[in-house]
């Protein structure tokens, strides 16, 4: 398994594995040669791309047959409602303006992007993770959106959140279930 990135620090913090050959390189120029590989994946990036140099990459170095991949995760949902109101209030609203503008096409699935490939139907996915609060709230600081509102107003935004779900989280190391839709497009070369 090859993967790339088109960052060397990305690369250099990805836990080694014995099966994946890391290499730095931009999607839209992989260095792979052409009809090389059955799948091609992307998570959570295709917004980044040039897609119209990404996807002739893709149809360069995928055989007869192969397959693309993309897929984007959706807002997070905690098992408690209540908390689960808050957490959204805190993406849409508080957070909401400090989004960049491509965070759109993830939320709208990557379908308005153009996709020219024979789209097939995966089956529905979502990803689990069981988590305790202070999990949960450092999830939230790696958000770009969460950097940004820092930027604007010199104070983080987590720690008012923080101060919120604390009384209904009760004991921050209780873990609760957390999870995220999944959206995939697949597509045929």
Known sequence: MIATDASQSQIAAAPSHPRIDYRVAPAEE???PSGSVDLVTVAQALHWFDI???YAEA???LVPG???????YGV??????EIDALVTRFYRVTLGPYWPPERELVEKEYRTLPFPFRER???PFRMEALWSLPQLLGYFRSWSATSRYVAAHGD?????LA???SPLWGDPDRVRGITWPLSLRVGEN
Not at 76 to 81: G, I, K, N, Q, S
Not at 156 to 160: C, E, I, Y
């Open 76 to 81: 997070l949902h905690v098992e408690d409602r």
């Open 30 to 32: 992989s260095g792979l």
């Open 52 to 54: 119209d140099r990404f």
């Open 163 to 165: 101060d919120t779900l």
């Open 66 to 72: 192969g397959l693309l991949a993309v897929w984007t």
């Open 121 to 123: 139907r995966p089956p």
């Open 59 to 61: 149809r360069r170095v």
């Open 156 to 160: 983080d935004p987590v720690s008012a």
